[in-house]
């Protein structure tokens, strides 16, 4: 009946509320065919990437910890943008294996933050020694960053997961953005996931920034 979805609605992300249909460098897998062809080396840092709209919700994770068993999990370190989490359910939020760092957004009315959406949470598998770089972390109303840095195979790495708030102003995070990676490359490897919003079919100063950066090609 009309309005019967009307309370689902309301829990729904305004983040998340659109559409792009934009991939760069995608290669498309079946669970069978990622455990068959993804060629990954096991010696490798590898590193998975995941915008999960509400990690907790529905019985996800248990959906999330299936699949990582299905592809006989190769990931030393995942990571999950828009984790909606919230402090009460922050400690359950754990995956098998894997040492959890969360990052909430803000709850607070005198602050420029939404109630609910945006979180990053960084899972890093139990035998790999890191840090959580609190103070790199940033949660500012048009970007959130979370930070770890860790040794691997003899080198220094700072792995970030990155959420750029859709409709923000662009200017500001790319600003931010440079002023949190430009003094990091010097000391260490620097890997960022994420979702950024930022479409980079599109000609313009911010693609030609960003492809700078990660030496991207489209």
């Given at each position: 009946?009309?309005?019967d979805n009307d309370d689902e609605l309301d829990l729904l992300d305004?983040?998340?509320?659109?559409?792009?249909?934009?991939?760069?460098?995608?290669?498309?897998?079946?669970?069978?065919?990622?455990?068959?062809?993804?060629?990954?080396?096991?010696?490798?840092?590898?590193?998975?990437?995941?915008?999960?709209?509400?990690?907790?919700?529905?019985?996800?994770?248990?959906?999330?910890?299936?699949?990582?068993?299905?592809?006989?999990?190769?990931?030393?370190?995942?990571?999950?943008?828009?984790?909606?989490?919230?402090?009460?359910?922050?400690?359950?939020?754990?995956?098998?294996?894997?040492?959890?760092?969360?990052?909430?957004?803000?709850?607070?009315?005198?602050?420029?933050?939404?109630?609910?959406?945006?979180?990053?949470?960084?899972?890093?598998?139990?035998?790999?020694?890191?840090?959580?770089?609190?103070?790199?972390?940033?949660?500012?109303?048009?970007?959130?960053?979370?930070?770890?840095?860790?040794m691997f195979n003899n080198k220094k790495y700072i792995i970030a997961g990155m959420y750029r708030?859709?409709?923000?102003?662009?200017?500001?995070?790319?600003?931010?953005?440079?002023?949190?990676?430009?003094?990091?490359?010097?000391?260490?490897?620097?890997?960022?996931?994420?979702?950024?919003?930022?479409?980079?079919?599109?000609?313009?100063?911010?693609?030609?920034?960003?492809?700078?950066?990660?030496?991207?090609?489209?």
């Open positions: 009946m009309p309005g305004p983040d998340s509320n659109h559409f792009n249909n934009y991939t760069v460098n995608f290669s498309q897998h079946s669970i069978d065919t990622f455990v068959r062809n993804s060629n990954l080396d096991s010696k490798a840092l590898n590193i998975f990437h995941h915008n999960s709209r509400s990690i907790m919700k529905h019985g996800k994770l248990d959906e999330y910890e299936i699949f990582f068993e299905a592809i006989k999990n190769p990931f030393n370190i995942l990571i999950f943008t828009e984790t909606w989490l919230t402090c009460d359910k922050m400690d359950h939020c754990k995956i098998q294996g894997f040492s959890p760092i969360h990052l909430i957004r803000p709850n607070d009315q005198n602050i420029e933050y939404k109630e609910r959406g945006g979180g990053i949470s960084i899972f890093v598998r139990n035998d790999i020694k890191f840090k959580h770089r609190y103070d790199l972390d940033i949660v500012l109303p048009y970007m959130e960053c979370c930070f770890i840095e860790t708030i859709p409709n923000t102003n662009i200017n500001f995070f790319i600003e931010k953005f440079n002023e949190i990676i430009e003094p990091l490359k010097s000391s260490f490897e620097v890997i960022i996931l994420g979702d950024f919003n930022i479409n980079l079919f599109n000609d313009d100063i911010n693609k030609t920034y960003l492809k700078s950066v990660y030496n991207l090609t489209t």
